[in-house]
């Protein structure tokens, strides 16, 4: 009985033995313990590569979007137009108070610190190649006041009355202002009716784009 006993503690004792965790050897845990150390090398090397391309990519993107702003400012400008017989804006005896009211908003805008946003262009190149049918109703030689102000140019249609109203979408500046011909001379009128002197003569020329 007693010699079963032990012999069924030595089988326990092996059992045992057998189910319990064997230790990895020494060189396994030292090279795995060496990877771990050269991943961890590799990856704080290639660190500030990493943040100079990521650098190098938003700086590359920043400068993009700086050279496409002015294209994109310039054309979200929207601008119109008013249309007539050059002699109408510059020399009627009914059209006179137009270079008073004109004299009077670039005062206005000195004062604000404001860029002018008007111009008065003789013989607007866009006339005849972007509205052909109105411009059949214009005489020539003809002067457009031209503006980005939407509201004031609406007010001058209604004080300037036999005008022609043109929105001119999808123009930069350079084409919303662009001039044909000069103006020739105009006869000074027989009768002046104003309290006032007679404007100087090319008065008009003061408000053409620069």
């Not at 054309?75 to 009627?92: H, I, K, P, R, S």
Request: charge should be positive.
């Amino acid at each position: 009985m007693a010699q079963t006993m032990r012999v069924a503690s030595s089988t326990e004792i092996k059992g045992a033995r057998s189910m319990a965790p064997q230790r990895p050897a020494m060189g396994a845990v030292a090279g795995r313990v060496a990877r771990v150390q050269h991943r961890q090398m590799a990856q704080a090397s290639f660190a500030p590569v990493a943040r100079a391309q990521q650098l190098q990519r938003n700086t590359h993107v920043v400068c993009v979007a700086a050279q496409e702003a002015p294209a994109q400012q310039e054309t979200a400008t929207q601008w119109y137009g008013l249309v007539a017989n050059a002699e109408f804006f510059c020399n009627d005896v009914q059209n006179e108070p137009l270079a008073e009211q004109l004299r009077e908003r670039v005062r206005y805008f000195q004062e604000q610190g404001r860029e002018l946003d008007f111009f008065l262009v003789p013989n607007p190149t866009w006339l005849d190649a972007q509205f052909p049918e109105q411009a059949k109703q214009v005489k020539r030689p003809c002067m457009a006041l031209v503006s980005s102000d939407k509201q004031w140019v609406t007010f001058m249609k209604l004080r300037l009355d036999r005008v022609l109203k043109f929105d001119l979408a999808g123009m930069t500046a350079a084409e919303a202002l662009s001039a044909g011909e000069a103006l020739p001379e105009f006869k000074k009128p027989e009768k002046w009716t104003a309290p006032y002197a007679m404007y100087s003569p090319k008065w008009w020329e003061k408000f053409y784009p620069n």
